[in-house]
């Protein structure tokens, strides 16, 4: 019976009661004494009292036993716990005052996080230093006028100084420009060229400074000069422009420059004359030049084709780099039509050298 002793031992609270136990077929028979008790030294009162007990029966009772045991360990927490309680309870100061108050804090948080639709009191905090951010920004308004317009004043003051520099550099250069323009047109076949750069102060600031130029032009002597596009004929605006993009180029020192058909409204002596000012452009940087005329082409270093052709579908452009002699064709070419002749091969051999 070592499973009672243990369980009596284990569980001393607990009033043991034999006439609970089923009778049964298979009986054990307690010779000895059972102790129970804290100390295990108090004997049971059916000392050597013979107890019928059911096998299966003894694991039912044990469970009995340890339900009432927790039942009992819960109720005294239960009573702790109510004890303590009562003790807290009572030392709380309840204010009604304070309480209103609490509860007037509650609802407006609540009010003001449905009118401004945010959800926590961490955003209506963030919304909160960010309207506080702009109304001391409105309060300085008169500050911050006041700081921008002396910066105003101070970069006004620096633009002033610069324009009035870029203009005198402008003013500095005008008739050497006007004198190299009129060498180049006289050299392109307008020898009664006459070519003036107008210099005017504006009031304002543009992106080129202060000031107002205008290319004032004439090919005839009795003529006034005006606008360039007012008075210049085809022919005349392609020379100009090939003269002052010569001077822009040597100044700026470009690596490349693209003409196209800068030469157009030009041919014979004068359309050599503009491949050799071209040529001349090419000592110190690449000249890419569109041209029809074979006075032109003849001047390069290199000459490309572009040609198209159509296939199946579609049109197709190209672009081929001539050998000599199909150099020398194509230049017989453009003197002569497609027709070839002998003249014109003769011509084309007489250009390139």
Do not use: C
């Amino acid at each position: 019976m070592k499973q009672i002793k243990t369980a009596l031992i284990l569980f001393p609270n607990q009033l043991f009661k034999p006439e609970l136990l089923p009778k049964a077929d298979i009986i054990y028979v307690v010779e000895e004494p059972l102790f129970f008790g804290r100390d295990q030294k108090r004997p049971l009162k059916m000392h050597k009292q013979k107890l019928v007990l059911h096998r299966a029966s003894m694991r039912r009772y044990i469970e009995e036993v340890l339900w009432q045991q927790d039942l009992n360990v819960e109720y005294i927490e239960l009573k702790d716990i109510a004890s303590e309680s009562e003790t807290q309870g009572e030392a709380v100061d309840i204010d009604p005052g304070r309480l209103q108050y609490v509860q007037e804090r509650l609802d407006q948080l609540y009010n003001l996080m449905h009118k401004h639709s945010i959800n926590t009191v961490e955003e209506l905090i963030h919304l909160k230093d960010d309207l506080e951010h702009k109304v001391t920004e409105i309060a300085s308004f008169d500050d911050q006028i006041v700081r921008l317009s002396k910066e105003i004043e101070m970069l006004k003051n620096k633009l002033t100084e610069i324009s009035t520099k870029l203009s005198g550099k402008r003013q500095a250069v005008i008739p050497k420009v006007e004198e190299k323009v009129i060498t180049i047109l006289k050299q392109v076949g307008i020898p009664n060229a006459r070519f003036s750069v107008a210099h005017n102060k504006l009031d304002s600031f543009t992106l080129q400074g202060t000031d107002k130029v205008e290319f004032l032009f004439s090919a005839n002597k009795q003529a006034g000069k005006q606008e360039i596009g007012k008075v210049a004929s085809g022919g005349e605006l392609s020379r100009l422009m090939l003269a002052i993009k010569s001077l822009i180029s040597s100044s700026l020192e470009l690596p490349t420059i693209i003409l196209d058909e800068v030469d157009a409204g030009v041919s014979g002596e004068i359309a050599g004359k503009v491949g050799l000012i071209m040529k001349s452009m090419s000592a110190h940087m690449q000249v890419i030049n569109i041209t029809h005329l074979p006075q032109v082409a003849a001047k390069g270093d290199y000459h490309y084709l572009v040609y198209k052709y159509d296939q199946e579908k579609e049109s197709v452009t190209d672009i081929k780099l001539l050998d000599a002699e199909e150099r020398v064709i194509e230049l017989a070419k453009m003197l002569s039509g497609e027709e070839l002749t002998e003249a014109a091969i003769s011509n084309a051999r007489e250009l390139l050298n």
